[in-house]
């Protein structure tokens, strides 16, 4: 599974300052709106879902990133939002750098592996210091959803359909491995 597969366009922020007082409970809370009701679980559900993680401490990774998470058990699915803040936040980060680019990741609570699984890929994907200087620097939304999804190789993965075991067994080396382990890296 790519990151792509847990965002959306829609999912993705730009918040610019304007004189406008901005601190970490608000960017989390705009990191809940952008992620959204779903599964009987309101935005609210959400926002405190990422508030309890975050007192337990900072997710601000350094380097400009946090990529606050939690869980909930009405989940079907893990979602993500991403929020690019040009000005940065405070947000306590292991470094004491304020935080411009924030990776929300909200997931079921009985899926943990897959969970650690998606914080790991955002890790990585954000390592790299010209890719973040080149979100930041986006002009839109979508841009930024455009420069992830090329950074991740291109389109994003077509969800597995079920496929006859004989199907299966006959194109075991076939495109859909081929996806699947570019969506691993």
Known sequence: MRLTDLLSPERVGIKRANGE???????IGLLATLIGERDGVSVADVKRALLEREQ???????????IPHGALP???????????????????????????ILFGVITPKRATGEHLKTLARVSRLLRNKDFRARLVASANEKSV????????GGEPSLPQREVPAATAASSKDGPQDETEKKGAS
């Open 145 to 152: 959803f455009d420069l992830i999804r090329d950074e991740e």
């Open 56 to 66: 337990l401490q900072s997710t601000g990774i350094g380097e400009g990133v946090a």
């Open 74 to 100: 009405q989940l079907s699915e893990q979602v993500a939002a991403l929020l690019i803040v040009p000005d940065g936040v405070d947000f306590q980060a292991i470094d004491d750098a304020n935080v411009k």
């Open 21 to 27: 007082p901005f601190d970490k409970e608000k960017a």
